[in-house]
């Protein structure tokens, strides 16, 4: 990744930030600084430069800060975290100043190092669940200090500190102090080094020589009296032994609490550490290049013209200028260096107009057509992704007439085509062809130079767009047209891989099983194992079993795509569905066997064809079944069409219907007489099917009641009345009941009691 994107610099004028500058909470820029906070209490702010750099590399950054306008609380943080993270998050505010933890708020995502700058002095001690502190696990606070803590993975635990404007022991030497805070209780934003109040801070972290982390240093630039800005030195190369991740990206925060301040930054830099140990590029003059007018002219300079003498470098950058002079008053500025200026990539002049690219080495020119046979000259620099700059050299172009293009034609079709289809692999020969002599052409397919096509022709194999450009002897090249050779692609064939007919001797229409099938656009063409061949509509009517290689193609090509092997069955035995019927285990199933009743189990029998593997029955009253003989009660009078449907394992189905008429619900039986005093025939009681309720009244011819029973289970009269027997003789029978299905049935009539 290098160090693409840096030295970056933002000033935060003109009301905004640059895109790669993410700002949240209450941080906003305004008045030509960003403010982090108000003077209000509980205000929390961040920013982050969205840049990655390699940790390996070191960084150091610069930037002012303004801390004044409320009541002394509580301060800033610079932090470094993890740029490989998924979702950024400051860490607590309060007295963690975004960073560390507070209490049960997470600490930065990420976390690696946290610088504070801190007015009010908790973030040097352990309150709110900080690791380590000032005088180890202290609860003091510890005002006007600047605090170093480690990364995430160590709990953001206490490296080092030192406190500004305190005679203690972790304080600067007296002559040395001065206030964190840059007001100094005059309440404004002190942006002159020469007024009472100005601070400045110089953040340096070189790769530590001996082993992981770094050697961190910070400087300030401290104004405590009236036009004289002071050097402190705050922390010295002190070791920060912890292991960095892969990259790492730069960030600011700031907190109030109970007390305010107004919290800002502004005039930020941040470029790599050894800005020292790192060189400039060389660029080399150019001098042997034509252009030819009336035309786009592309040149590049790669690392092989020019010197890249920084160990992983790559040209980012091409700028343009008019003279020597205006690269000279750049040299001094890091963030012009660094910032590859889109007002440098573009130079408009009389005779043409220059246009380095975006990123890389390469520039384009347009020559005027007023200017052939005279010389352009301009100078460049190139930056590398160090951010480093070459000193500038010259490009000096010779504007050339241009000749007329060339125009490039397949063989064997009308001079006009730009396109053609063709089978993979077939080929055309392509010739350029124009009104001049030409001495060398370059040939591309896709906007990319086919390497050994130096030729006036080329055989063009590979799909895509190609073009030529040859040369005349200026060296000034004329484009062709575009010819495109097209290798279409077939879309996926989609078709059945098993036909079967399920029909002794029928045939199968193959188009039927093809899915989309299509003769506007395409051909087919099936082959049997012997070599047969139907084509298109000609596969309507097959009849013979076997495998068979369906291919299909373009109708404007030649070439048939890969087989797809499908199987036609035309079955030699139909499939036979049939079953017969009986109440469940008696072998009844006619009026003549005694009748079917509603609330019988009738047993449907399977008697199909041998190779059925499922059966799907439906009784014809909104019951189904896929039991091979199922048994059903229909509970209703009715004549039910009853169906079987039956599949073997080709698919194949085969169906019977049968009607079963159940017109019976119940029946009832009286008989004539009954003999209690013998075994058989003791009891008088109707004998029924069908019946769920009975009241059953006996007479004598007198009309006294002798027996009366509801209960559907009752054995009868004996013959008894009052425990007495009953002499023999006629008697009447009164019987209410009712069916299974609810009818209600009254009969009465006359039986004999003999003894």
Not at 673 to 697: A, C, D, H, S, W
Request: aromatic content about 12%; charged content about 25%; some cysteine.
């Amino acid at each position: 990744m290098a160090q693409v994107g840096f030295p970056y610099c933002e000033s935060f004028q003109g009301g905004s930030a640059q895109s790669a500058t993410v700002v949240g909470g209450s941080a906003q820029v305004s008045e030509g600084v960003l403010r982090l906070t108000d003077a209000a209490e509980d205000q929390s702010g961040y920013i982050y430069v969205d840049i990655p750099f390699p940790s390996a590399f070191g960084i150091k950054a610069s930037f002012d800060y303004y801390m004044y306008g409320g009541s002394g609380a509580d301060g800033i943080t610079v932090f470094l975290f993890d740029a490989n993270i998924d979702n950024f998050s400051p860490g607590g505010f309060g007295g963690s100043l975004g960073y560390s933890p507070r209490n049960n708020e997470p600490g930065l995502t990420g976390g690696y190092l946290g610088l504070g700058f801190d007015a009010f002095g908790n973030f040097g001690n352990t309150t709110e669940g900080r690791i380590g502190g000032f005088g180890g696990n202290s609860n003091n606070l510890f005002p006007d200090a600047i605090v170093l803590r480690g990364p995430a993975q160590g709990g953001y635990a206490f490296v080092t500190g030192i406190q500004t404007n305190d005679p203690g022991p972790f304080s600067l030497p007296p002559n040395q102090n001065f206030p964190v805070s840059s007001g100094e209780g005059i309440n404004v934003r002190v942006t002159d080094p020469n007024q009472v109040g100005y601070r400045k801070v110089f953040v340096d972290m070189e790769p530590n020589p001996g082993g992981e982390g770094y050697l961190v240093s910070v400087d300030m630039i401290v104004t405590t009296e009236q036009g004289n800005p002071r050097d402190v030195s705050i922390f010295s190369r002190v070791l920060f032994e912890f292991p960095a991740p892969e990259n790492l990206k730069i960030g600011f925060a700031a907190s109030t609490g109970g007390l305010t301040n107004i919290h800002e930054i502004a005039n930020l830099q941040v470029e790599v550490s050894d800005q020292e140990g790192l060189q400039n590029p060389v660029g080399v003059d150019i001098d042997d290049k034509a252009s030819c007018a009336g035309q786009d002219n592309t040149y590049e300079i790669t690392s092989e013209d020019i010197s890249l003498l920084n160990e992983g470098s790559v040209i980012r950058c091409l700028q343009l200028y008019g003279s020597l002079e205006e690269i000279e008053e750049e040299a001094d500025d890091v963030c012009a260096q660094g910032r590859c200026r889109p007002e440098n990539r573009e130079m408009v002049l009389p005779q043409g107009t220059f246009r380095a690219a975006d990123e890389g080495g390469s520039f384009t020119f347009f020559p005027n057509e007023d200017f052939i046979d005279e010389t352009v000259e301009i100078y460049y620099t190139v930056t590398d992704n160090f951010g480093k700059t070459s000193e500038g050299n010259f490009i000096r172009l010779l504007i050339q007439e241009s000749p007329e293009p060339v125009r490039l034609s397949a063989e064997g079709v009308e001079a006009e085509t730009v396109e053609l289809r063709q089978c993979e692999g077939d080929g055309i020969l392509l010739t350029a062809t124009g009104d001049e002599d030409y001495f060398a052409f370059e040939w591309y397919l896709e906007g990319e130079k086919i390497p050994g096509a130096d030729q006036e022709s080329f055989f063009a194999i590979e799909s895509g767009q190609y073009q030529v450009i040859a040369l005349n002897e200026k060296s000034c090249p004329a484009e062709s047209n575009i010819f495109e050779l097209i290798n279409p692609e077939l879309p996926a064939l989609e078709v059945d891989q098993l036909i079967v007919g399920c029909s002794p001797g029928m045939s199968k229409d193959i188009r039927e099983f093809i899915e989309g099938y299509d003769l506007d656009n395409f051909d087919y063409l099936l082959e049997d194992e012997f070599g047969n061949f139907w084509k298109n509509d000609e596969m309507n009517s097959i009849s013979q079993s076997g495998k068979y290689q369906l291919s299909y193609k373009f109708k404007d090509l030649e070439c048939y795509s890969g087989p797809i092997e499908i199987e036609l069955i035309i079955v030699e035995e139909g499939l036979i569905a049939g079953f017969d019927y009986e109440v469940d285990g008696t072998g009844i199933k006619t009026e003549e066997d005694g009748g079917i009743f509603i609330d019988d189990p009738i047993r449907f029998i399977d008697l199909s064809s041998e190779d059925a593997i499922s059966w799907e029955w439906d009784f014809g009253d909104g019951a189904a079944s896929d039991l091979q003989s199922p048994v059903h009660v229909f509970g209703q009078r009715g004549n039910f069409k009853v169906k079987l449907t039956v599949t073997n394992e080709l698919g194949c189905q085969s169906e019977k219907i049968i009607e079963v008429p159940l017109t019976l619900s119940y029946r009832v039986m009286i008989p004539s007489g009954f003999t209690p005093n013998q075994m058989e025939n003791r009891f008088f009681r109707p004998k029924v099917k069908g019946i769920v309720k009975m009241e059953l009244l006996i007479f004598n011819l007198w009309g006294n009641t002798v027996f009366q029973s509801n209960d559907l289970e009752t054995d009868g009269w004996d013959g008894r009345v009052n425990g007495e027997l009953a002499p023999s003789g006629n008697y009447v029978y009164r019987v209410k009941m009712e069916s299974v299905d609810g009818e209600l049935i009254e009969e009465s009539g006359r039986f004999t009691l003999i003894r």
